[in-house]
């Protein structure tokens, strides 16, 4: 069975750099690796020094066992069209201008659609482990909530109240009785604008079946999946993992871990200087004393309150670009090793 660890967060956290660490880590130990990313400003191709990635996934040149993968939203989206809806109503769907504002605006379509596609590499059979750098859209958390805004959106009360439930012939009576009034509406507008709506809608009210069954299936990947939180000690981070904690556990399994990127080491709580340490150095040194002092404080908080499992991440001067690099953050980190690796 493939196992499934989401990495998720507040942006700007590091979660792409530690994804990328993760996957590194367990390809070494002997696992068939996939990395999966949505991140548009595609970081973890950096990270991993495999160039551009693609929806298909790549093998590493350097590491056997590592792949990577990234997922076009748009065109992740035209498939969740075609996997739920006759061909020829895909094509339409595909080919309509509403769906494709539908897929660049509904807050939710790059998350159901990135979703999707983890979905797909873990069915695959084709990997061990799948580390998922998920989206930071809306926090992160939407990554989660996806499949249930997208079940919503596709047989919600608007469209069923358009479109109507599930009467057998619903469409031939509407081409009977509806169309004529939309097609008079539509002289009377001076388009066809709202018979192309109409059609729309009821294009995408046939996906509702399969969209709910499949978006059924990704949340029971959710709820088996390891899922790490990652923060700093910074106030705005630590609210969003708050949020995680609090809000998870409705939708996924509850986090496995919570890992405090960019932790200052223990032993610069001390601040002790040499006597004759210059006066402005020694004041520096009680400063970043103080703040690893803090960062302690925070961390030990967090974990008490969510009576959790804490990992931290050292704080270094730059983001590793390497491979080994990768490897060493992983290896210096403490708490990562409850992933077995």
Known sequence: MTRAILVTGAGGVGKTTLSAAIAVRAARSGRRTLALTVDPARRLADALGVGTLGAVPTANAELDLLWGAMLDAEHSWDAVARRHADPEVAERLVSSEFFRVAARHFPAS?????????????????????????????????????????????????IRWITGGPLPGRRSLFRIAGRPALRMASAVLGSDLLERVAEFLFDLRT???????????????????????????????????????????????????????????????????????????????????????????????????HKTALATVPWQPESPTSLHALDELFIRSEGLEVLGF
């Not at 983890?118 to 499949?147: K, N």
């Not at 978006?215 to 990652?230: C, D, G, K, N, P």
């Open 110 to 158: 790059q998350s159901y659609a990135a979703a999707e596609r983890m979905a797909d590499h873990l069915e695959s059979g084709e990997w061990d482990v799948v580390v998922v750098d998920t989206p930071p859209a809306a926090g992160g958390i939407e990554f989660f909530t996806a499949p249930a805004e997208t079940r919503d959106l596709v047989g919600g009360r608007l």
């Open 207 to 305: 996906t509702h079946d399969s969209v709910s069954r499949r978006a059924a299936a990704i949340e029971r990947h959710f709820r088996q999946a390891s899922t790490l939180v990652v923060t700093t000690a910074d106030p705005a981070p630590l609210r969003e993992a708050e949020r995680f904690f609090r809000e998870l556990p409705k939708v996924a399994s509850r986090p496995e871990l919570v890992v405090f990127n960019r932790s200052l080491p223990d032993s610069w709580m001390t601040g002790r200087a040499p006597a004759d340490t210059p006066p402005v150095l020694a004041d520096n040194l009680r400063r970043w004393s103080s703040e690893a002092i803090r960062q302690a404080a925070h961390r030990g908080e967090f974990a008490a309150h």
